[in-house]
């Protein structure tokens, strides 16, 4: 079983949707998440980080589920943007020395 | 504020040939610093990663190398490039010693090997 899964997708939706995202991990001693952009043949940029409460970022909103070990990106009235592979990250250790990184889930965007 | 450089952008290389991508980071100091490679269509994978001058940490083996000789500067190298180290080398850093803070990469150097 892979450390970090997600649906690689694709996502095609229209302007304006709203789409979502869910990744798995299977370390129980995570600490630490994020979500990561990746614009086709660039590099990961950081999206947000995902605490244990939630948190919103405009748009966008990161939920982590410890006891289902499982991290959730929402995005509300998508833009064509927004077209990227989202890539879940899971700290393997509480200081976040190394980071495992999800396949990516490819969202599309169309008008 | 910080900055990651990387280079070359791009680099075609003939097989059996050597390879030398340097990475150098400005604005913070004693960073921690990784090598990632992402193949065709697939996930980053760990290649090395370095908490200070000198201290490299191989996470697959392979016939890559890397050195930390400042600290601020990561490089990563091989005596003879092979078909399949063609990629998408990543060098990324973060803080040591925060916890909770992520990875930021550099732009990335694309290596075709023919």
């Known amino acids: 079983r892979k450390e970090v899964e997600q649906d690689p997708g694709p996502f095609n939706v229209p302007e304006g949707a709203t789409v979502a995202f869910n990744c798995t991990y299977s370390?129980?001693?995570?600490?630490?998440f994020f979500w990561y952009r990746q614009d086709c043949r660039k590099e990961p940029k950081l999206l947000m980080s995902?605490?244990?409460s939630g948190n919103e970022d405009g748009r966008f909103t990161a939920q982590l589920n410890r006891a289902s070990q499982y991290i959730s990106l929402l995005i509300r009235d998508s833009k064509l943007s927004d077209s990227a592979t989202y890539l879940c990250?899971?700290?393997?250790?509480?200081?976040?020395?190394?980071?495992?990184f999800g396949t990516g889930t490819r969202l599309q965007v169309f008008p | 504020s910080q900055t990651i450089h990387q280079w070359p952008a791009t680099l075609v290389q003939p097989v059996g040939s050597p390879l030398s991508l340097e990475c150098t980071v400005e604005?913070?100091?004693?960073?921690?610093l990784y090598w990632y490679r992402q193949a065709a269509g697939r996930g980053l994978q760990l290649l090395f990663y370095?908490?200070?001058?000198?201290?490299i940490s191989s996470e697959v083996p392979q016939n890559l190398s890397a050195s930390r000789p400042q600290d601020r500067q990561f490089i990563l190298s091989s005596k003879k490039l092979l078909l399949s180290d063609s990629g998408f080398y990543l060098c990324?850093?973060?803080?040591?010693?925060?916890?909770?803070?992520?990875?930021?990469f550099g732009d990335g150097t694309r290596l075709s090997i023919l």
């Open positions: 370095s908490v200070g001058i000198g201290q």
């Open positions: 995902v605490y244990s």
């Open positions: 604005g913070t100091s004693n960073p921690n």
């Open positions: 990250v899971v700290a393997r250790s509480y200081n976040t020395d190394k980071l495992i």
């Open positions: 990324a850093w973060s803080a040591q010693g925060q916890p909770d803070q992520p990875q930021h």
């Open positions: 370390n129980s001693a995570s600490q630490s």
